[in-house]
């Protein structure tokens, strides 16, 4: 192991959603190909403790780690691009910085001091980002938002102290910047890079290395040369990155450029040569055309923000590739399935749905409408959490229970399926107290879901206030569906199958969460095999 541990900044300039979160998760990805033991951080200047309460709509989906902590969904790249199961350390939103240090004045461990930005908040920043490196080679922190972003400023002192304290030759910071290509001169503008450069050296932070995003211009060596003298950046330390087809490239790209060399250069890392092998592979198949496309709907609740089910569609795409199949992904709006708007018979174009996850009331009946058809179709069916609660109560209505229901849909109904358990109750608005994280699971023999996991007891992430009503479940059956996976010490529903049904899973947990690139999860894989002629 390299002692002692090495640390990498990665800011971003210019304007927000560059891909900063790709581009410090492909950087561990090449650190660790070459045998490195690499850990991520996200810095998030939000003044909310996590990212539980967020609305998914405008932040995208919340991710959950295996120790229940409710995530920014960079958390989930990094995890996807590092095969890596993070912590809550991971993690870090201003407000818990915030809320700790003044639980921490008002416990007296001040000794009078005032209490300050410079140094108590920045000192409480760098006590988190050194004890989340612990053990660790390289650790990895991205510093949410753009530089000169009011909100950013504490995190950036931080990261600057960090490196004088901990030694410059220990740090490395890397900033991203666009570079916009203007179509009717067809040129490249460096400014709006220059500008943010500055901004970041007025803070006290000059780059080491420079990843240029832009629509155009890929080895541009005039553009890179123009911006090392600007940035005071060697120009073997510069990257400009394309659009790519998809964010899985981004770490060979930046391969190519020899990025990750220069980083292990920097910090005089003892690193073997990359093994990058099964991410080609993984890249290539991506981009293949195969013979057979299927095309899944996945029966939404939240549209507005292409990444609320960023991990459902990552899940999906790495089984469909790794099965040799190329996927079309439809979002059909669950609300317009209950307003009716939504042919229900139109679903019949789809090889499959698949039901994610969500919360409250609006467009749950468009769901168990879906959830009905799955079944009463023999169409291959994927429901992921509130896609379970949703396919249990379509499997009672559909064998004349009605009226069957569940605690969001109806809190006052005497026929809920889905219910909240008691040490749940009157905590549904508040953070962190949801049924969150790692939970075991034990598989039923003889059950489909035993074949695809191929495994007796598994652990998957949870994220849910609602469970199967144990008074129900002995009704499973004259339903069509069984139980396939219990909780070992709860007796909790986990896992629910279709008897006599080509493909109706619906999983308590979110296993989607646990899929990778190069190892796709199983229920996502027996999903996709479902659809596959
Ligand atoms: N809203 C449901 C519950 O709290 C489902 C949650 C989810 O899909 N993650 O149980």
Redesign the pocket.
């Known amino acids: 192991m390299n002692k002692p541990t090495k640390y990498i900044f990665v800011t971003g300039g210019v304007i927000s959603g560059l891909g900063k979160g790709i581009t410090a998760a492909s950087i561990a990805n090449l650190l660790k190909s070459r045998g490195l033991k690499v850990n991520l951080q996200k810095c998030d200047p939000y003044l909310n403790m996590d990212a539980g309460l967020l609305n998914p709509r405008e932040h995208g989906e919340c991710f959950v780690t295996f120790d229940g902590a409710e995530t920014d969904l960079d958390l989930g790249h990094y995890e996807r691009f590092i095969d890596q199961e993070l912590n809550n350390k991971s993690s870090l939103m201003a407000g818990k910085v915030l809320y700790n240090l003044i639980q921490d004045e008002r416990a007296g461990k001040f000794d009078g001091d005032d209490v300050q930005i410079i140094p108590h908040l920045t000192n409480a920043i760098q006590q988190y980002i050194a004890d989340a490196s612990k053990g660790f080679d390289v650790h990895i922190v991205e510093i949410g938002g753009t530089v000169g972003d009011y909100e950013s400023l504490s995190f950036f002192e931080a990261i600057r102290e960090f490196g004088i304290k901990y030694g410059l030759e220990n740090c490395l910071y890397i900033h991203v910047v666009y570079l916009p290509f203007i179509n009717t001169s067809k040129e490249i503008k460096t400014k709006p890079a220059q500008n943010s450069l500055r901004d970041l050296r007025g803070l006290g932070i000059q780059p080491n290395i420079l990843v240029c995003r832009s629509e155009n211009g890929f080895n541009n060596y005039r553009i890179i040369q123009k911006i090392s003298l600007f940035a005071g950046v060697p120009n073997e330390r510069i990257a400009i990155l394309p659009n790519a087809k998809s964010i899985y490239e981004i770490p060979l790209l930046l391969e190519k450029f020899g990025i990750a060399e220069q980083v292990v250069k920097l910090l005089k890392l003892k690193a073997t040569k990359p093994n990058l092998k099964k991410w080609q592979k993984m890249v290539d198949l991506a981009n293949k055309k195969f013979d057979q496309k299927i095309n899944v709907a996945i029966i939404a609740k939240y549209l507005d923000n292409a990444d609320t089910y960023i991990s459902v569609f990552e899940a999906l795409k790495s089984a469909a590739l790794w099965n040799n199949v190329n996927i079309e992904i439809t979002w059909v709006d669950a609300s317009e399935i209950e307003s009716g708007k939504y042919d229900l018979n139109d679903l019949k174009k789809f090889d499959g749905m698949l039901v994610p996850?969500?919360?409250g009331t609006s467009a749950l009946e468009g769901k168990i409408k879906a959830a009905q058809y799955a079944l009463k179709n023999n169409m291959p069916y994927l429901g992921l959490?509130?896609g379970l609660?949703m396919g249990v109560i379509a499997a009672a209505r559909n064998k004349g229970l009605t009226k069957a229901t569940s605690f969001?849909i109806d809190p006052g109904s005497k026929e809920q399926i889905i219910i909240t358990m008691k040490d749940q109750k009157g905590k549904e608005q508040t953070g962190g107290t949801?049924r969150l994280g790692n939970y075991f699971c034990k598989i039923l023999p003889g059950t489909i879901t035993k074949r695809l996991y191929d495994k007796d007891l598994i652990v998957e992430r949870h994220?849910?206030?609602?469970e199967c009503n144990p008074k129900y479940t002995k009704f499973f059956e004259q339903w069509g569906i069984r139980i396939s996976g219990l909780n070992p010490e709860s007796k909790l529903v986990e896992i629910i199958e279709g008897i006599d049904h080509k493909f109706f899973i619906g999983t308590q947990f979110h296993p989607e969460f646990k899929s990778r690139p190069t190892l796709p999860h199983p229920l996502f894989v027996g999903f996709i095999q479902s659809m596959k002629s």
């Open positions: 996850g969500g919360f959490c509130l609660q969001e949801m994220r849910h206030r609602g």
